[in-house]
């Protein structure tokens, strides 16, 4: 069974700070997706990452996958009140489709 | 274009009752998975199904039974709900480069 853990569980910052959410394994993904979501609702997709050191970027939001395709970081860059949600990395095995692994999220609160 | 519904939104059980959570999809995606979650441990994936009349189980699949009849719905059975299975319940369908659209949830209470 692949785990994800992710760190930290809680997160609770001023506007303009920045900060990094992590997720590690000792199994390796063929890929790794992020996922915000908001109170009463579904996550939804912030990026996919597929290469080994690949980094992608969202306006303030730089994800990060590992080179060895074990761990990937999601960091933001002066937070926002709007950044404010549960913040869910997932890695899928690459042994079937769409078969997803998450970690068990980062509640991030970033206070005005 | 709705998405991913899922009906209801919310839903108190009795121990022992059984129930059907709807999910349909109208984005033609052949993959679907249902998932729970619960505080601090994420989503955990108790059904998956490949296309119509195939299905797999996930990492939690007991006390629930899943079909898929048409590629648009994707119902999950609780056979004998139990206070375990009090959660709130997700539903995906899994579009190209293996993104999950989620539906809006379904939240379970089981006394």
């Known amino acids: 069974t692949q785990l994800l853990e992710q760190s930290p569980q809680f997160l609770s910052i001023q506007e303009g700070e920045n900060l990094t959410v992590y997720c590690n394994s000792s199994s390796v993904f063929s890929s790794l997706q992020w996922y915000r979501q908001e109170p009463g609702e579904g996550p939804v997709l912030l990026v996919t990452v597929v290469t080994g050191g690949e980094v992608k970027k969202l306006k303030r939001l730089t994800f990060q996958f590992g080179d060895a395709r074990k761990d990937s970081s999601l960091h933001i860059t002066a937070a926002q009140t709007g950044d404010t949600g549960l913040y869910l990395c997932?890695?899928?095995?690459?042994?079937?489709?769409?078969?997803?692994?998450f970690g068990q999220g980062t509640i991030l609160t970033v206070h005005p | 274009n709705a998405g991913v519904t899922q009906t209801p939104k919310f839903q108190v059980l009795k121990t022992g009752q059984s129930m059907t959570l709807q999910c349909a999809q109208d984005m033609n995606h052949e993959y679907m998975s249902w998932y729970r979650q619960d505080p601090g441990m994420g989503l955990r994936l108790i059904h998956y199904s490949v296309g119509a009349g195939i299905t797999d189980q996930g990492e939690v699949p007991n006390g629930y039974n899943v079909s898929r009849s048409t590629t648009e719905d994707f119902p999950l059975r609780l056979l004998s709900a139990a206070p375990s299975q009090t959660s709130v319940y997700f539903c995906a369908s899994i579009g190209p480069t293996e993104t999950q659209y989620f539906g809006p949830g379904t939240r379970l209470l089981v006394l």
């Open positions: 997932a890695g899928e095995g690459g042994t079937s489709y769409g078969k997803l692994t």
